[in-house]
């Protein structure tokens, strides 16, 4: 293909499939007009929010009959991916079991069941399996099941397990007797997250407000009590929310109080569930810190009688001497701030993401020049500083994702974690923090007749107008011309400070095995290089996002990987932003866009107090209450900016009970750009009615959901088999 060559019709036609004239659902005009700081909108399309209105569901399933429609002529192609990549999957699998108190814990998928089944056997010579829960048993009935909360009592009898069977993210928590396999009565609505004390009976819990969506209640259950549950914490201010962990000692219950910029912990030692949580640090404004145990002695034989010592310090990660954050200590008895001493100091360059902490060392997760490192702290070893007593543990390849893996027993003498890269399947390693030895538990099946020596993963440099470099992962097939003829999808989400993983995906082989490369673009406002760059690209920055997209793209064309008629870009949520405001900026740029749930009505959503998530994230994006703040989100806003002129072709997709990302966003921006574009490319609305924010909920369903996605790609590119 000449990579000059000028675009012919689209593949996908607005107007036609087969022979068979279509026509695309036009939504009914409503206008309601809002003045805010002497502007004036107009928003013809405010209606569909009205989820119990019939006309409302009708319009989307009239897009979902439309998008259906013209999609029928790739339904044998559909099931051809469905098959091809439903073969590189080992069907009946089980995961890398992990031992706590005891046990051996771990999942088990079985050929033909949409949910693993969680299960546990006795360590130390078991060899009958104890289911804890089947999740294909419990999703009879509903079209989604998620599991939220799972905590077994330390006693190993009790598991608290929370479900949402809608996908809006709203669990029911359920406790569960192991020993006799039955529920007991009672089932707590809204919960976000559950730990239980060291008494193997009380339960603390936190409840998300109904309207909100905010975790904002902290109350103690007693199992089989008669009386009601004790609200233990109430957090008022809407920009926070609240979740309930234990350490992984076992002696601390925390209680974690945090916006998107600031953060307050309070602890309550486990052994005295009835007593008062007391506070580490006063919360400040962009004061944020996060915090671990340690009990002190590093033996088992200096700890004495209480499996749960209260003494020691709490390891503190926090921002207070950099916004990439260092490490200090407190002693438990008096851990104000006065009292921090600092064990890792702050690195410009260097983002301290996570601390975990074990009886003879701790694991740093940290970001360097846009790549994760694990780094062990050796405890026994004496030396000036926790840096020097420090290691990293080595990758080779040039992208990749390293993360810990399961590693709830506080006493581990080795570490478990989890590498992966666009080219090597997901591996589960043990790594001795002594000897530095790592032996390979698991590495992901890959059926098929997969090798990884046929691919090819690079890490570019896209050069933003302001000087910025922007990381670009990619991976294609060693044969794959690289003279701009490739057809190329590019990702991208940059936002809240969330790293983009480099992870491996056998689905992802179905696009390599046909010629079209696969990058992501790791933008400002995501984490990528720490939290500048986060900041970079949020609130009067976020234009960033998008011109790194951009500027990626076109170092991508540049470097002749593709051309603009070959080029998809795809994104989901704020990433979903991402593509409708570059959609808006450069749509000549790109051939085709793949849009989930993607957040693109920026300006209503903020300026609505009573939906999930906006208070709080007036942090991120700007408070449009604010005139300046008002103005700029307007400048980007898809759906406010969407215009009079040619689009790339587009799949729009969407959960009716999303809680995340609401339907009518989507809805509402397919309708009004169905009355603007000028173009014949293809326009598809695309709702799961029985799902929300993650789409399908089953492997199969997922599974499916991807290859529409991979069939409409190919066959708008051109390659139909």
């Not at 603390?204 to 609200?231: G, I, N």
């Not at 890269?421 to 098929?448: A, N």
């Not at 700029?632 to 072709?649: D, E, I, R, V």
């Amino acid at each position: 293909m000449d990579p000059d060559a000028k675009v012919v019709a689209p593949t996908f036609s607005s107007e036609t499939t087969g022979t068979r004239p279509l026509s695309p659902p036009l939504a009914r005009r409503d206008p309601v007009e809002t003045v805010l700081h002497g502007d004036r909108r107009v928003d013809h399309y405010a209606w569909l929010r009205q989820k119990d209105n019939p006309e409302v569901i009708a319009y989307l399933e009239a897009e979902n009959a439309y998008t259906d429609a013209i999609l029928r002529p790739t339904e044998t192609f559909q099931e051809a991916l469905y098959q091809e990549m439903l073969g590189r999957i080992l069907q009946t699998d089980l995961s890398m079991p992990y031992r706590l108190r005891g046990y051996l814990y771990f999942t088990c998928t079985e050929e033909g069941k949409q949910y693993p089944v969680h299960c546990r056997r006795v360590d130390a010579g078991g060899s009958l399996d104890e289911m804890l829960l089947d999740l294909n048993r419990l999703a009879e009935g509903h079209s989604f099941l998620g599991l939220g909360a799972l905590d077994v009592s330390s006693d190993n009898q009790l598991l608290a397990y929370a479900l949402d069977t809608t996908g809006f993210r709203q669990y029911t928590l359920h406790i569960k007797n192991l020993w006799s396999g039955r529920d007991f009565p009672e089932a707590i609505e809204r919960v976000t997250s559950a730990a239980w004390a060291a008494d193997n009976r009380t339960l603390f819990y936190t409840v998300e407000d109904a309207t909100t969506k905010r975790s904002h209640r902290l109350y103690r259950h007693v199992v089989a009590s008669a009386e009601a549950d004790t609200l233990v914490y109430e957090e008022t201010d809407e920009r926070f929310r609240i979740e309930i962990e234990r350490t992984r000692s076992g002696a601390f219950l925390l209680l974690a109080i945090v916006s998107h910029t600031t953060s307050e912990v309070r602890f309550l030692p486990a052994a005295e569930p009835n007593g008062e949580f007391r506070v580490i640090a006063q919360r400040e404004a962009d004061h944020e810190y996060y915090v671990d145990h340690h009990p002190n002695p590093l033996t088992r034989e200096q700890r004495g009688a209480n499996p749960y010592d209260t003494g020691g310090y709490f390891f503190i990660r926090t921002n207070s001497g950099g916004r990439t954050f260092r490490l200090v200590c407190a002693p438990v008895a008096d851990p104000q701030r006065a009292k921090w001493r600092e064990i890792v100091p702050n690195r410009p360059d260097v983002m301290l993401a996570g601390t975990d902490v074990f009886r003879s060392h701790i694991v740093l997760t940290e970001r360097e020049s846009g790549l994760p490192y694990l780094r062990i702290v050796d405890l026994s070893v004496e030396a000036p500083d926790a840096l020097s007593a420090s290691h990293r543990i080595e990758f080779a390849e040039p992208a990749y994702n390293a993360s810990l893996g399961n590693n709830p027993e506080f006493d581990a003498s080795f570490v478990r974690y989890q590498y992966e890269s666009f080219v090597t399947p997901r591996s589960v390693f043990d790594y001795d923090v002594r000897t530095r030895e790592r032996v390979l538990r698991k590495e992901q099946s890959v059926l098929g007749g997969y090798d990884a020596s046929q691919y090819v993963s690079e890490r570019l440099h896209a050069p933003a107008d302001d000087g910025a470099r922007v990381p670009i992962s990619l991976v294609h097939r060693r044969d794959t011309p690289l003279d701009g003829s490739a057809p190329l999808l590019l990702y991208g989400y940059g936002s809240y400070g969330h790293s983009i993983a480099v992870n491996f995906s056998s689905n992802r082989v179905s696009l390599l095995d046909r010629g079209v490369i696969f990058a992501v673009a790791h933008v400002r406002g995501g984490g990528e290089l720490g939290k500048p760059w986060h900041d970079a690209g949020r609130l009067r920055q976020k234009r960033n996002t998008f011109t790194d997209f951009i500027a990626s793209a076109e170092h991508l064309i540049a470097r002749r990987y593709t051309a603009p008629q070959n080029l998809v870009m795809e994104g989901g949520s704020a990433g979903g932003l991402l593509m409708g405001a570059v959609a808006n900026m450069r749509p000549e740029l790109f051939r085709m866009v793949i849009s989930h749930v993607p957040f693109v009505d920026v300006l209503n959503t903020m300026l609505d107090a009573s939906l999930p998530l906006t208070v709080g994230e007036y942090e991120e994006w700007g408070d449009p209450r604010i005139a300046e703040d008002y103005f700029y989100m307007k400048s980007y806003c898809p759906y406010t900016n969407l215009a009079a002129k040619p689009y790339p072709t587009m799949l729009v997709k969407t959960g009716l009970n999303d809680s995340q990302v609401m339907y009518w966003e989507p809805g509402k921006y397919v309708a009004k750009l169905r009355t603007l574009k000028t173009d014949a490319h293809a326009l598809l609305l695309k709702t799961n009615m029985g799902a929300g924010h993650g789409g399908a909920s089953g492997r199969y369903d997922y599974l499916r959901e991807i290859a529409l996605d991979y069939a409409f790609l190919l066959t708008e590119l051109g390659i139909r088999e």
